[in-house]
């Protein structure tokens, strides 16, 4: 079992920039991949990024190639997304989750993940 807290959401204008921050209790963190997705009310929640348990594969949805980062210090137990040129779009509540399975391939399936977070705010205003 893992516990995911995010945080780092907040309010912030058109063009600007955020960083989430995602911190894991329990000592298999460095076992799980990480990823990120979003929800706005009414739509299903999508897949950001992803990445995997040594940081060395990065998976991305198109909508934030060359503005979103994501990355991880299993040393300390967190993921991190750095989200710039940040659009009005991106508005929507981020969710931080792991992926126990230990497959090869890092995965963009909201049940593909077993553990989330509670979810953190963002909002840019245009």
């Known amino acids: 079992q893992v516990q995911l807290v995010e945080s780092g959401g907040g309010l912030v204008q058109a063009g600007g920039s955020l960083r989430l921050f995602c911190a894991a209790s329990?000592?298999?963190?460095?076992?799980?991949?990480m990823g990120w997705f979003r929800q706005v009310p009414g739509k299903e929640r999508e897949f950001v990024m992803a990445?995997?348990?040594?940081?060395?594969?990065?998976l991305y949805s198109d909508s934030v190639e060359g503005r979103f980062t994501i990355s991880r210090d299993n040393a300390k137990n967190t993921v991190y997304l750095q989200m710039n040129s940040l659009k009005p779009d991106d508005t929507a509540v981020y969710y931080c989750?792991?992926?126990?399975?230990?497959?090869?391939?890092?995965?963009?399936?909201?049940?593909?993940?077993?553990?989330w977070g509670q979810g953190t705010q963002v909002t840019v205003s245009s």
């Open positions: 989750a792991a992926d126990r399975s230990s497959s090869p391939l890092l995965r963009s399936g909201v049940p593909e993940y077993d553990y």
């Open positions: 329990g000592r298999t963190f460095s076992s799980y991949a």
């Open positions: 990445i995997s348990c040594n940081g060395g594969s990065i």
